[in-house]
């Protein structure tokens, strides 16, 4: 527990700006499981995904985050880095829980670690907008509550709880008119995606809530009032990926800030190939705590080490960055000093003694 409070301490401080002038480390170990590496993806052997069931509506004693606590932290007794063990609920509903909570019909995709889930078309043109109706009575809405409460049972002030991911804007739209449908209709029908849009400011907003009021109190009892850097809505803006920067500035950007406003703060999860155009449109943004920068390019490419001083560059100083790094470029850019500060770097070794050096590298690691 002594290992968990300083990485709790270190991620509020980075969270609340205390560390500008340093950086965090989060470095992954091979996993114990003989079936999952550190993050639970399956192995070759196990990669099937099949049409099956919520695995936390079948059963929800079935995702036991006790099990999952375990599988996040089995290597962490021997290190001592700035991972804090969090559940994310999306994992096991998809993203199409946002569909569903408003009454279309979903079907679920996964192995027994992961779950992507699907929905079909549910709004075709403006006669399909009354559709949009909050009911506090959904089978979903009141499941995500009734399933949130009983992780916050199992896990027990032994990990952390963090909010789902917002389907908002764009990412909305995908979601409930099917992404062909969707990209088409930002030409075609500009005014229907702009009802969606606004509609999903006040629906994000609701989900984020009802979300929060269960796991805020429990993170608060688990770690002190200072909860906050582990709460706070997540935002992407993957569906901007495919189209023009210009879509984002007129179809995107303003709704983000509206419900950034409605909820106080938020995380920008982003990656991809679009990820260049869009970081200095969402840098813009008014509330983002921290920039989750993937450096992911197609065909299992990276961005070259030279990007996360561009992403420095266009965020500014001030403003907090979550990213990957590999074992090379982050030894070789503490000894060259060219890592930018005020970010928490994730990285992978495949072996203890190695993680250890890296993470004294990271504490000592400071602005002179």
């Known amino acids: 527990m002594q290992k968990f409070r300083e990485a709790i301490n270190r991620s509020i401080a980075f969270h609340n700006g205390e560390m ?3 950086i965090l480390l989060t470095v992954s170990l091979p996993s114990k499981s003989k079936s999952s590496d550190y993050y639970g993806r399956k192995d070759k052997n196990d990669n099937l995904w099949i049409e099956r069931d919520c695995y936390i509506v079948e059963n929800q004693n079935r995702i036991n985050l006790m099990n999952e606590y375990h599988r996040q932290i089995d290597m962490r007794h021997v290190i001592n880095d700035d991972y804090v063990p969090v559940f994310y609920p999306t994992l096991h509903l998809g993203e199409s829980y946002c569909a569903a909570m408003l009454g279309a019909d979903v079907t679920f995709y996964g192995t027994q670690n992961y779950t992507c889930s699907g929905a079909k078309p549910f709004i075709r043109t403006k006669s399909d907008l009354d559709k949009l ?3 506090p009575d959904n089978y979903w809405i009141k499941f995500i509550q ?12 032994k990990m952390l709880l963090v909010p789902i991911i917002a389907m908002d804007a764009l990412n909305l ?5 099917g992404s062909t449908e969707a990209y088409t209709a930002v030409c075609e029908d500009p005014e229907l995606l702009h009802e969606i849009m606004e509609f999903g400011v006040e629906y994000m907003a609701y989900i984020y809530k009802i979300q929060d009021d269960i796991i805020r109190p429990y ?11 582990f709460g706070g809505l997540l935002m992407s803006v993957d569906a901007y990926t495919v189209c023009s920067p210009e879509i984002y ?3 995107g950007f303003s709704y983000q800030q509206k419900l950034l406003d409605k909820t106080g703060y938020g995380y920008m999860h982003m990656h991809g190939f679009g990820i260049e155009q869009l970081l200095p449109l969402t840098a813009q943004l008014n509330g983002i705590k921290d920039y989750r920068l993937g450096r992911d390019l197609k065909a299992q490419e990276n961005l070259p080490a030279e990007s996360i001083s561009w992403m420095r560059k266009i965020l500014g100083g001030d403003k907090q960055i979550s990213t990957y790094v590999s074992q090379d470029e982050f030894i070789n850019g503490i000894k060259n000093r060219i890592l930018p500060f005020n970010t928490h770097y994730s990285c992978w070794t495949d072996n203890i003694e190695t993680a250890e050096k890296m993470i004294e590298m990271a504490k000592n690691y400071h602005r002179s």
């Open 133 to 135: 109706i909050i009911d």
């Open 219 to 229: 993170n608060n009892k688990t770690i002190g009032d200072d909860s906050s850097a």
């Open 20 to 22: 500008r002038d340093n």
């Open 173 to 177: 739209a995908v979601e409930l008119m």
């Open 146 to 157: 009734s399933a949130l409460k009983h992780f916050c049972e199992l896990a027990d002030g």
């Open 249 to 251: 500035k007129t179809m």
